[in-house]
């Protein structure tokens, strides 16, 4: 490209803010379970001339002319997405993982229908029926969660529900619940009860993709997913269903709630699902499993309450009520940040707090996977979390610990 023309060049305060945050995304440990860092090939795509062509409709059924490359690109990632996760038909064009979600419930259910979703406390998503959310607005939504003692989701309660509900859809899939899923037994449930299931992959893809968390596209109507999180492609949606609702799903998506696709991200999806098909991917995901054991054990015998006692995927959730009760989740993400540790507040089962200060920390591997660290790594993270928790109002061991994390981040630097 002509320099004059480069984004210093012609935006100097936009190319400074770019320059100031991958310094930031450098020297800052992300322990946020729903980030990840893309490959340079998924962002080439996402920065590619692609951007520049409208797209409406599916491949070989445009409003446009000139599409036959987009075609291309769109169809590549549909079979691959299709390898990938077994699944019958996927539409890639969701824009989100919240998109995704809208197109399913709009294809599927009439305003004031009842549905029957995880509720956010318990480490549902907004789009599963929370009442500022859209999903929450138009349908009737009742709530399962985990059981108060095991912290485990409560299958009993849920199908107790479902009998007395009779919702037209269940949603299973959370943003914040760290144990494997059992998809079978949800979609038995809904479908004795006369209910369609809807499958919310978001955060776990990557281990599902791999064969590392039971599959739900096997049993479920529809399965949702973003690309983004542990999947490490390019910030988007997706959505996959049986055959009989691939029409539905399809116009539900466009022109039901979309218009144009983002052709460009889609061709950093296509990207990310060649990357997921390797077997390094799989080796990555392993990976990501053995992390965040070490790391939620080595918390744990630091003498922190885990919720359900432990983690079954890529991400777990400090309860801190027991072992510092007068610390909020907002005050310890809010210390954290100033040693240059990443991550966020949650709510916990039987919260006590507001969710806007919380009493939990919710914590995940696969960016610091990502880049390169392995079990060493977690334990020195978890010396450094326990360290800055334990002085919250000490800026001179903070700025220590701070110091500790950039020179760790420097051995492991990202590969842009
Ligand atoms: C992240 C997430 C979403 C939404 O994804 P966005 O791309 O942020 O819209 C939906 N469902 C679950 C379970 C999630 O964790």
Do not use: W
């Not at 969660?145 to 009998?163: C, N, P, Q, S």
């Not at 989740?329 to 240059?340: F, R, T, V």
């Amino acid at each position: 490209m002509d320099s004059q023309k480069d984004l210093p060049h012609v935006d100097p305060e936009v190319a400074a803010i770019i320059e100031r945050e991958h310094q930031r995304q450098e020297e800052h440990l992300e322990l946020i379970a729903s980030e990840n860092f893309t490959s340079p090939a998924v962002i080439q795509a996402v920065g590619s001339v692609l951007t520049n062509k409208y797209a409406e409709g599916y491949p070989q059924k445009r409003y446009y002319g000139g599409c036959e490359f987009v075609d291309q690109v769109e169809s590549l990632a549909i079979e691959r997405a299709k390898q990938l996760f077994h699944c019958e038909h996927v539409n890639v064009q969701p824009h989100s993982g919240t998109q995704a979600n809208v197109a399913v419930y709009l294809s599927c259910l009439s305003p004031g229908d009842p549905i029957l979703t995880m509720s956010l406390e318990d480490g549902g998503h907004l789009t599963h029926g929370y009442c500022k959310n859209i999903s929450g607005m138009l349908y009737r939504t009742t709530h399962y969660g985990v059981h108060r003692e095991t912290e485990f989701i409560d299958y009993d309660a849920l199908e107790e529900l479902a009998k007395t509900v009779r919702p037209k859809l269940v949603t299973i899939g959370a943003s914040a619940y760290a144990r494997t899923i059992d998809f079978e037994r949800v979609a038995d449930i809904a479908h004795h009860y006369g209910a369609l299931l809807m499958a919310d992959i978001a955060h776990i893809a990557g281990l599902v993709a791999t064969g590392l968390h039971p599959s739900p596209v096997p049993f479920a109507d529809f399965v949702t997913t973003t690309t983004h999180k542990t999947l490490r492609g390019p910030r988007g949606g997706m959505i996959m269903c049986k055959e009989a609702f691939a029409k539905c799903i399809d116009s539900a998506l466009f022109p039901g709630t979309q218009g144009g696709p983002l052709m460009h991200v889609i061709a950093g999806k296509a990207v990310c699902f060649k990357e997921a098909l390797s077997p390094e991917f799989r080796t990555y995901q392993e990976q990501i499993l053995r992390n965040t054991k070490a790391l939620c054990t080595e918390i744990q015998q630091r003498g922190y309450r885990i919720v359900s006692g432990g983690t079954d995927n890529h991400l777990f959730l400090v309860d801190l009520r027991a072992t510092l009760p007068d610390v909020s989740g907002k005050d310890a993400q809010m210390a954290l940040e100033k040693a240059n540790i990443t991550l966020n507040k949650n709510t916990v089962p039987g919260e006590t707090r507001s969710p806007f200060q919380a009493s939990g920390l919710r914590i995940g591997s696969p960016a610091v996977t990502t880049r390169g660290m392995k079990e060493p790594e977690m334990l020195q993270i978890a010396e450094f979390i326990d360290t800055v928790l334990r002085n919250l109002n000490n800026d001179t061991i903070i700025a220590t610990v701070r110091e500790r994390v950039i020179a760790l981040t420097k051995q492991f630097p990202l590969p842009y």
